[in-house]
C-alpha cells in the first residue's frame, strides 16, 4: 500500500527530492531542526548525525539513548527515531544516503567485523582529536556535490566515505571491538531483526520461537533478562511506534491504518491500541 508522510521537521522545502537523491548534506544545525518533532518519525533514508556540540536523549526503534557531544548517531531507513531532550547548544551535521547508495556501502562492508560493530552501536563516541577530520570530510562532500558536471559524482561520494570509515569513522568503534556476544546476546539482537520485519503480519510468538529454533518461554525469558521486556511486549512496542507514527504523519484513515498493520478489524485495533496506549486511536490523531 503507498501512502505519504506529513514532515513535522523543519526541512526544505524540496524534501522529496533529497530523498531521491544518493546522498545528501546538512551541516551546522541547530536545536530546532529536532525540537520541532512532537511525535516517533520514521526515517525513509539511512541517517547518520555527527553531534558537534550540546546533548540530547532520544529513542532510536524503541532502544533509550543519552547522547553527548561528541558522537555519532546512525538512524537507519524504517528506523524510528523520537527526541526527548535537546540541549540550547546542540549542533550537528547531518548525512543522508539513499537506500541504493547504502546497499553498495554494503557491498564494501558487509564481511567485515567493523560493519557488525557499527550495525549494533547506533550511537558512538567521537575522539575530540578526529573532530577535523569530519570537517574535512563534509568540505570534500560540498566540492563532489558542487561539480554537477562530473557524471560520477555518487561513485566519488562513494569511495570517499568508505575511505572516511576506514581513516576515522573506525576509531569510534574501537571501545568495541573486543565485545563477546554471548548467546542471549546473538538471541536477543536476532529476535529484534525478526521482529522490525514480520510484526505487521506476525504477533504471536510462537513464529519468532519457531524461526529461532527455541521455545516461546526460553525466548521472552531471555529477552526480559537482555532487555528489560518480554518477546511479547517488544511485538507490542513496535506495532503502537507504527500505529502512532501513521496516526501523526500519514495521510491514511485509521481503518487504512488498521488494515495496514493486519487487524481483522478496525473496531479490534482501536481495543488494541487503547488497551496499550491508553486513548483510542482517534482520541491520539487528535491529541
Not at 558522537?71 to 531532550?85: H, M
Not at 552501536?121 to 569530519?134: M, N
Not at 503480519?201 to 519457531?210: I, K, V
Request: charged letters at 20%; a neutral charge.
Amino acid at each position: 500500500m503507498n501512502y505519504g508522510y506529513n514532515y513535522n521537521i523543519d526541512l526544505p522545502e524540496d524534501v522529496p527530492t533529497i530523498l531521491n537523491q544518493d546522498f545528501w548534506v546538512l551541516e551546522d544545525i541547530g536545536p530546532e531542526i529536532l525540537s520541532s518533532i512532537n511525535e516517533p518519525v520514521k526515517f525513509s533514508a539511512s541517517t547518520w548525525i555527527f553531534v558537534k556540540s550540546g546533548e540530547c536523549v532520544a529513542d532510536i526503534n524503541l532502544i533509550n539513548h543519552e547522547i553527548k557531544s561528541p558522537a555519532l548517531v546512525t538512524v537507519e531507513n524504517s528506523q524510528i527515531l523520537q527526541p526527548k531532550y535537546i540541549s540550547a547548544d546542540f549542533k550537528a551535521s547531518i548525512l543522508v544516503m539513499s537506500k541504493r547508495f547504502r546497499d553498495n556501502l554494503f557491498l564494501f562492508m558487509s564481511n567485515m567485523p567493523l560493519y557488525t560493530i557499527m550495525s549494533r552501536h547506533s550511537v558512538a563516541k567521537i575522539q575530540t582529536d578526529t573532530l577535523p577530520q569530519i570537517d574535512s570530510f563534509f568540505e570534500q562532500c560540498q566540492r563532489i556535490i558542487a561539480d554537477k558536471e562530473n557524471p560520477y559524482r555518487s561513485q566519488a561520494f562513494l569511495f570517499e566515505l568508505t575511505s572516511f570509515i576506514f581513516r576515522t569513522v573506525y576509531k569510534w568503534f574501537e571501545p568495541y571491538k573486543d565485545e563477546v556476544m554471548t548467546n542471549q546476546g546473538r538471541m536477543s539482537d536476532q529476535f529484534l531483526i525478526l521482529a522490525q520485519k514480520h510484526f505487521k503480519q506476525q504477533r504471536f510468538l510462537d513464529f519468532y520461537a519457531q524461526k529461532l529454533e527455541v521455545t516461546p518461554k526460553h525466548l521472552s525469558r531471555t529477552l526480559k533478562s537482555q532487555t528489560g521486556y518480554t518477546a511479547v511486549e517488544w511485538i507490542e512496542r513496535f506495532v503502537i511506534l507504527e500505529a502512532k507514527v501513521l496516526l501523526k504523519s500519514s495521510n491514511l484513515n485509521i481503518q487504512q491504518i488498521s488494515d495496514e498493520l493486519n487487524f481483522p478489524s478496525q473496531s479490534f485495533f482501536g481495543k488494541y491500541f487503547k488497551k496499550l496506549t491508553g486513548m483510542s486511536p482517534k482520541e491520539f490523531r487528535n491529541s
